[in-house]
């Protein structure tokens, strides 16, 4: 097995099963919540953030990895002997990956060691890039090859999702190029997708049902013919309507692998309570 840590941040939200069998280390992010600040995923989990989401007073707010932490996250694993690959949430969403660059500088020679990936991505679009990296290193793969592991699984994959309400992506300055559905009926149900490490609106479906019936209609169609399919769930709150969309979506598609998972605490708070979505990747 090749000597390579693969690093991703809490925004991917890998399922804990996944983190530990492919020995993926997973920086956090930061839930701002008035006085109070949780890492994401470490501190809180998503059921105790949507159950205090319902009655709060104050919104949370998230912030990216500091550089000190994203340094405490590489530093020990180079000491280990470690080359260290970091594929972080998309540059055009987060400073993540500015924190790791500055991490990488302030360790100088150890820094080196560093190589670091814009993922474009975010979720489990995220968690799949990642994971086809730590599958390489896994079969014994170069730092080189594990990059072009990444970045081809990049290029393969993507994410759609359909959310109850534009409020919380507004809110956040996640929106993109969603902005142009804002102000539309409220009972539209708008369908977002992750289009060059940007949120962007798709189309605005009527019902809860049809967004859904849309979402897997979309992913179907960007895996039709393709080899060794992955698709995973995010869900924000809604673990029943995401097994009932993985399930079909299985069933359509065939895919080698399925992931079922929701979305951390800092992503739920800009995607707000409700969404669901599939992430894809293929060969």
């Known amino acids: 097995m090749s000597k390579i840590a693969i690093v991703t941040d809490s925004t991917s939200f890998l399922p804990a099963e996944y983190v530990k069998k492919h020995n993926i280390t997973v920086a956090p992010q930061v839930l701002i919540w008035g006085e109070e600040t949780f890492r994401d995923g470490v501190d809180i989990q998503p059921a105790e953030f949507y159950t205090r989401l319902k009655t709060a007073k104050t919104m949370p707010s998230t912030s990216q990895v500091s550089p000190a932490s994203m340094q405490a996250v590489f530093q020990p694993l180079i000491e280990q ?3 260290v690959l970091g594929i972080f949430v998309s540059s055009k969403l987060s400073g993540t990956i500015q924190s790791a660059v500055q991490a990488k500088e302030i360790m100088g020679a150890a820094g080196e060691k560093v190589t670091i990936v814009d993922s474009l991505a975010t979720s489990m679009a995220l968690s799949l890039i990642a994971l086809a990296a730590a599958r390489a290193a896994e079969a014994g793969a170069s730092l080189k090859d594990c990059v072009a592991a990444a970045e081809k699984t990049r290029e393969n994959s ?4 359909a959310v109850d309400t534009l409020e919380f992506l507004h809110r956040g300055g996640r929106i993109g190029g969603a902005q142009r559905f804002i102000g539309s009926a409220l009972n539209l149900k708008p369908i ?5 490490g940007r949120v962007e ?3 605005r479906i009527r019902t809860k049902s049809k967004a859904h019936d849309r979402v897997l209609e979309l992913i179907s169609e960007k895996v039709q013919g393709k080899s060794n399919i992955r698709i ?3 869900h924000a709150n809604a673990s029943e309507d995401a097994k009932a969309l993985l399930e079909r979506a299985a069933q359509q598609n065939n895919p080698v692998e399925t992931i079922f998972a929701e979305v951390s ?3 739920g708070t800009h995607a707000g309570p409700g969404t669901v979505g599939l992430a894809y990747s293929f060969e």
Request: aromatic letters at 14%; proline letters at 5%; glycine letters at 14%.
């Open 192 to 196: 977002l997708a992750l289009i060059d």
């Open 265 to 267: 605490p800092v992503v």
């Open 81 to 83: 002997g470690f080359e």
């Open 232 to 234: 995973a769930t995010l």
């Open 201 to 203: 609106g798709v189309e």
């Open 158 to 161: 993507g994410l759609f999702f």
